[in-house]
């Protein structure tokens, strides 16, 4: 265990210099990513939105989430580091201003004055807890699982159960054209877990308190 947590942080820390080092930085404006939302709100606008490949699950919060997150997992479906065919479509119609801008604009919904701030989360049962220990999720999520020691990391807590599942799942397919992600991280960790494991560690990780949420548009309320 304490092997693979410190060969973890190692590839934590490599992974945090390579992303600050490479990615050009582009400031977004939330006044122009409202306007470009129009791909999004389809999905991601309407409350308890289900997708249907490669199986049925909640599409992600995404109000509340990191900017740069966004724009990373944007630029991952682009790249094809993200396999998802719908999700690749967006993606490819996106400038990196536009990803910027978008990214910004949700990040913003998530903001509420003189809310209080995430502490430490709450221990879930023994199996989660267990599991949490094994991932060393805490080492790049944060102690609320919604503050990731580098931005360009996602927040997790309250994130859709069934969702989790399946993002997990994604890092160890290989070998899908249409399906999968390819992260050297997340990949070692979620190998280490069998698909039941997944499914408990997704439960306990939804259940924490959140920023996330999704903020229906007017067409859909």
Partial sequence: MNKFLSSLSVLVVACATAFSATAQEV??????GEKKIA??????GITGYQATFPEVYKVPKIAGQGAKYIVSA?????????????MRGIA?????QDMADVAVYYES????????ALGKAADGNAQ??????KGGCVACHGDSFSKPIDPSYPRIAGQHADYLFVALKSYKSEGHATWGRANPI???IAKQFSNDELKELAKYVSSLPSELKTVPQAKFR
């Fill in 92 to 96: 490819d119609n996106l400038s990196d």
């Fill in 27 to 32: 400031k977004g404006n939330a006044q122009a």
């Fill in 74 to 86: 944007l630029s991952a479906y682009k790249k094809g580091d993200r396999r998802h065919p719908t």
């Fill in 128 to 133: 989660a807890a267990a599991l949490v220990a």
């Fill in 109 to 116: 919904l998530g903001k509420v004055e003189g809310a209080p």
């Fill in 39 to 44: 791909m999004c709100i389809g999905c991601h």
């Fill in 186 to 188: 997340m990949g070692g």
